[in-house]
C-alpha cells in the first residue's frame, strides 16, 4: 500500500474535521489575537513577522467554515524579508504552538479551487481559526503579563525612591555630621548599586529595595540620635550650612530670602497636606529640611538647583517652596494647569520669591486657613 506523503517541506498532516463557523470574521479582532499571542507566548520577531503576513491575507471570507489563506513562501519571503529558511521553521513553530493549522493539498502546494461563478469552494493553504478560538487565553496571559510589569514598576519606583533618600542623606550626613559614622552605611549603598536591577529585567527588585528601606530608615535613626529630636532655634552666621534655615533671627525683616522663610513644618502640615505625605515623619524645621533634601531628585530637582535654591531664598524657604510645588501637583486647583515639570516649576518659584514678587509665606498661610475653615477639626488638631 502506499504511503501519503506531500511532496512539499512538511509531512502530510490529517485534514482537520469540519469546524463550527468562528464567532466572527473580523480582521481587527484576528490581528489583535496576532498580537495577543505573539506577546503572551513570547514568540520570536520572525515568527511574529510571519504571523502579521498570514493575517494580513486573509479578506474576511469564511471557506469551509475556516479562516484559510493561502500564500506561498515565495510571498512571505518577499513581504518578512527574511530567507525562505526562516519562514519554514516560523511556519512550522506557528503549527507547533497550536496558532495556525496546515490544511495541505497532496502535492504540498497553496491554492485555493473557485467555482464557475468565481466563489471560493475549497482552499489548500492554513487555516487561521485557532488563534481567533483563543483570543480568550491570550487575554488573560497578557493581563497577567501587564499585572506583574505593573507590580514590578511599582516597586521600582519605589526602590528609586528610598535609593534616592539614601543617598542624600548620606551625603548630608557626612557633609553637616562627619562626627556620625557612616562608613558601613555608605559601602552598603555602593554594594546595591553594583546590583541594582534594571527595569527591563526578569528578576525580582523586592529585597533590593528592602535593603535600600533599611539603610534610609538607620540613617535616619543616626541623624535622630545625635541631634536628639531637638529643633534648632540658635542664629548660625554661616550662611552657605545646609542647615541656615536653622536661623530663627531675622536681621533685615524686609529681606525676601527670610520673610518668606517664616512659615514652619506645622503650618505645611496642614495647608500641604498632600506633599507631607511624600516627605514623612517631620517633628521640627531641621526634619522638614532633611526630608525635602531627600526627597528633592524625585521631583526632577538636581542637586546643583537645590544648592542654588538654598544660597538664593535659604534652606528653610527652600524645603516649604518644594512642598508648595508638590502640593499643586498633587491637588491641581480647578481651571488651572497641571504640573507638569515640577523640578522647572520650583526654579520659576525660586526666582519669583529672591525677586519678591510672590509671597510664599502668605500663600501657605491662606491655605492652611482655607483648609481650617472647610474641615475645623483638622484645625483643632494642629492646635
Given amino acids: ?219 535616619e535613626g543616626r541623624f535622630h540620635a545625635a541631634s536628639g529630636g531637638k529643633v534648632c532655634r540658635h542664629k548660625d552666621n554661616n550662611t552657605n550650612a545646609p542647615d541656615e534655615s536653622c536661623n530663627n533671627a531675622n536681621d533685615n525683616p524686609k529681606d525676601p530670602q527670610r520673610t518668606s522663610a517664616s512659615s514652619n513644618a506645622d503650618d505645611l502640615r496642614t495647608a500641604c497636606p498632600e506633599a507631607m505625605q511624600f516627605i514623612g515623619d517631620v517633628r521640627s524645621d531641621r526634619d522638614l529640611i532633611m526630608g525635602v533634601s531627600r526627597m528633592r531628585g524625585a521631583f526632577g530637582v538636581s542637586a546643583s538647583g537645590w544648592e542654588k535654591a538654598i544660597l538664593e531664598i535659604g534652606a528653610l524657604c527652600a524645603s516649604a517652596t518644594l512642598v508648595y510645588v508638590i502640593e499643586m501637583q498633587a491637588r491641581r486647583a480647578t481651571g488651572s494647569d497641571p504640573v507638569e515639570n515640577p523640578g522647572g516649576y520650583f526654579r520659576a518659584m525660586v526666582r519669583l520669591i529672591k525677586a519678591g514678587r510672590f509671597d510664599l509665606t502668605r500663600e501657605i498661610l491662606e491655605m492652611k486657613a482655607h483648609i481650617t475653615r472647610s474641615n475645623p477639626l483638622v484645625g483643632l488638631a494642629s492646635a
Avoid: C
Avoid at 489575537?33 to 502579521?52: E, I, N, Q, T, Y
Fill in 1 to 219: 500500500m502506499r504511503n501519503a506523503s506531500s511532496s512539499g517541506w512538511r509531512p502530510q498532516k490529517p485534514t482537520p474535521s469540519p469546524a463550527a463557523k468562528p464567532a466572527t470574521a473580523d480582521k481587527k479582532v484576528l490581528f489583535q489575537a496576532a498580537h495577543k499571542a505573539g506577546r503572551a507566548l513570547k514568540l520570536p520577531s520572525s515568527a511574529r513577522f510571519v504571523l502579521d503576513q498570514l493575517v494580513g491575507v486573509f479578506d474576511g471570507v469564511l471557506v469551509e467554515n475556516r479562516m484559510l489563506v493561502w500564500p506561498s513562501n515565495d510571498f512571505l519571503v518577499k513581504r518578512t524579508g527574511l530567507s525562505e529558511r526562516s519562514v519554514r521553521y516560523s511556519l512550522k513553530r506557528l503549527i507547533d504552538l497550536g496558532l495556525i493549522l496546515g490544511k495541505d493539498s497532496p502535492n504540498g502546494k497553496r491554492f485555493a479551487q473557485r467555482s464557475p461563478r468565481g466563489q471560493i469552494s475549497k482552499a489548500s493553504g492554513f487555516d487561521l481559526s485557532p488563534l481567533l478560538e483563543r483570543l480568550p487565553e491570550f487575554t488573560n496571559q497578557v493581563q497577567a503579563i501587564e499585572d506583574k510589569r505593573r507590580v514590578r514598576g511599582e516597586v521600582l519606583d519605589e526602590l528609586t525612591i528610598h535609593r534616592r533618600s539614601a543617598q542624600e542623606l548620606l551625603r548630608t550626613l557626612a557633609e553637616t555630621l562627619p562626627s556620625i559614622d557612616v562608613s558601613d552605611l555608605t559601602a552598603r549603598a555602593a554594594e546595591l548599586v553594583r546590583v541594582a536591577p534594571r527595569r527591563s529585567g526578569a528578576g525580582s527588585p523586592d529585597d533590593v529595595r528592602d535593603a535600600w528601606r533599611t539603610i534610609r530608615e538607620e540613617a
